[in-house]
């Protein structure tokens, strides 16, 4: 079985411009993730805004079997194009993960129709993920739950399409509940947000989290049928 | 417009048996929720285990839009006639409600087909019950959360099959998340899974637990479509 | 209760440029659905594309309830501005009923985040419109199917979201089947896809059609809960 | 990887008591089915009726990844025990496919919570089985459409629960319609029912229904989570 193509998208902002970020994730989260994921055996690529076409040219995006979607201070400066380029991919069968603040991204809320809008505070408290669907390759390594401290709080309601599947609720110590790990089909491609982690903690090398991401690039990996045709259609059965 | 014809089902063990729970609902849970929402204009009557057929007799389910189950102590003795009466009236269209530790009816269990297991812990600590799909007619009044305390803690895994919509997640002051508020669809009947209340607390006669109980009476009785036919079928068209 | 609001869109130009077209809806679509579904009682207006914001100011959607929406030829003169206005609003509560070839208006596809492409022929034969939700208010008095001649075929794969209720499938004569009755949430808003009636053939004058369009008005705009907040907010729970 | 544990349960009556179906599938539905997926590579048994526990002790389910269901005219026949044993093993993450007439089997309806009654009629005339969620694995390398016949005639409604996913839709020739594919999760197991084929049509032989077949093993089988633990908990979170 061919290996699957990972492109991992990150908008790299705060780890070059916030030395606090910088001293957690020093070559970006980007980065961080690739090496947190190496031992599963996918061919890694990464991009990031500053590229041209925002490092996801069509020629990479056809070569790109799951994306992986970190952004949080610039959606706005995503192109409109490269967003309609990723959504025809999508459609087409191409995976998307995206997470945790990617949750505001243009390309969530294009797929999405809503506004992925959400409550939230940065207080470095807990965060436990419970796992609601074990049935569910998504989970699997991973017990009953995932124990993070500190992380950002996310507070319902996160205004998203109810799940096709839901996977994760978390807990906050402050209070709050969050649909923590949400799948969507569109098209031909299945999409998986899941929210972990914020940019100043070292979520990303947490062990348990970096399982779910790999987990999920199989996952919105896996096998679909035909493409389908659209159109002006001749009978098909006579009688 | 008819009134919504009501039956509150209720073991009324423990209001008997244990003069604690007796200070708490001396007349037994159905009456304090038979009063807490008799101000909704619903046609209300009860019945109780002990009561013959438990009180519910094919005339009694004939004549009952939607039956509101509590049980507790004595899952095992409700007969498999009754539960097999039951279970025909809701594929037929009655609306079904099943609160708090109902969760583990032979009734519920009958129609989800699972153990409806789950974690729990008398705390009497403090459970918010956040509105996941504020979109939907059983939130209509409650605002975002319902906060109570005391409550008992139910968490997660439940072992029901997935929701058909979510309502409700509550959060727990001990690190716990749940999926309570859940319907689902059986046949011609729709039924409502709602979490609180614990016998030993005074949840229901809480305002926001009444109105999310009538809210929910008012949904599971909504219109229906017609019976459906099985078995052997002339064709329908013929070339 | 009030009556409930409700805005019929047409872009009514078939009806205005094609004598076959004119002598079947001779005052247009929205006409003939207006007086058709008058006997339910609802508060009815129409509005179409050429008018000033076609119809559809800020004032006249913030007092509509459900809006219904046909358009075929014209879908790219619709404005950004006012889809966007209708996004808004139906995230904020409003109803939407998306009928036939308003699949692939901008605002459907807009709050779906797919194509919403399908196969189609005109072959002006049969459609059975079967029950496959028979529990569903849309349902109610309806029979197991609706039998519709001369149709138009719409075939699979229709490319939306796996609807989160699915409550009618149709046979065509030519092979075809096609997922004809969806109903999905947005926010605080529900929207229903209606798959009939083609602009040639007499389908807004059929008692069925008409009633299940009444019946999705009435859900649409059933009750829902208090709109959310979002943003950054304050601790929930203190220890 | 280990091969997938196949058991290819068949009720084994029609193929020794009928010629005609003897002449079709001379050594059983199981051998045809053991047959056709063969080339995938699983580890494949069988079991019948009439062998002791029909031949499903704890030990054959202990090590069974998938069971294929095959039953018709002895549903009844089979012991409420060995429904009990087959339902907890997939609760605790048996992969389960129900096929045609195992509609109406006892584990079926015991997962199901309702009738799972279907109108049905055996002219041997066309059935078209239409993909209609071509994203998921099941559907791979099966086009846009399975083309069958002769086939028997279910038709909707189908008393099931709505589908979590619904993957094949069937026309048939004589006006109705069927959703053939659908999955469910119950527990950590898996579920998919296939409604082709009847036991007089070598439909068993057909290369798509295999294929189905075959992609529908390695879905059920796929990874799953850890078991959940239930009852009685210590606080996780004290503050």
Redesign the interface.
């Known amino acids: 079985m061919e290996p699957v193509r990972v492109t991992i998208w990150n908008e790299f902002i705060h780890e070059r411009t916030d030395p606090k970020i910088a001293s957690v994730y020093p070559h970006g989260i980007h980065h961080t993730i690739a090496q947190g994921i190496a031992e599963y055996g996918f061919q890694i690529r990464t991009a990031t805004l500053e590229e041209q076409d925002h490092g996801l040219s069509e020629k990479v995006l056809n070569s790109t079997d799951v994306l992986i979607w970190w952004g949080h201070l610039a959606h706005d400066q995503v192109s409109e194009e490269v967003v309609t380029r990723i ?1 025809r991919r999508v ?1 087409q ?1 191409m995976g998307l993960i995206v997470l945790h603040s990617g949750h505001r991204s243009k390309i969530f809320q ?6 992925c ?5 940065e ?1 470095a408290k ?1 965060e ?1 993920l ?8 998504i ?6 739950y995932i124990d993070l401290k500190p992380e950002e ?1 996310y ?5 998203i ?2 799940p ?3 996977i994760f ?9 969050f ?1 923590s790990g949400c799948t ?7 999409i998986f947000y899941f929210r972990p982690g914020h940019e100043a903690y070292p979520t990303y090398y947490h062990k348990q989290v970096l399982r779910v991401i790999a ?1 999920s690039v199989r996952w919105v990996a ?18």
Chains 1, 2, 3, 4 share one sequence.
């Open positions: 959504q459609l069968g294009r797929l999405m129709g809503t506004t809008d959400l409550k939230w505070r207080d807990r436990l419970w796992v609601v669907n074990p049935a569910h390759p989970t699997q390594g991973i017990g009953e709080m507070g319902e309601f996160f205004d399409p109810a096709e599947e839901l609720i978390s807990w906050f110590e402050g209070g709050e509940v649909r969507y089909t569109r098209g031909l491609g299945k987990n896996s096998a679909h049928g035909a493409a389908p045709t659209f159109g002006n259609s001749a009978p098909f059965v006579t009688f």
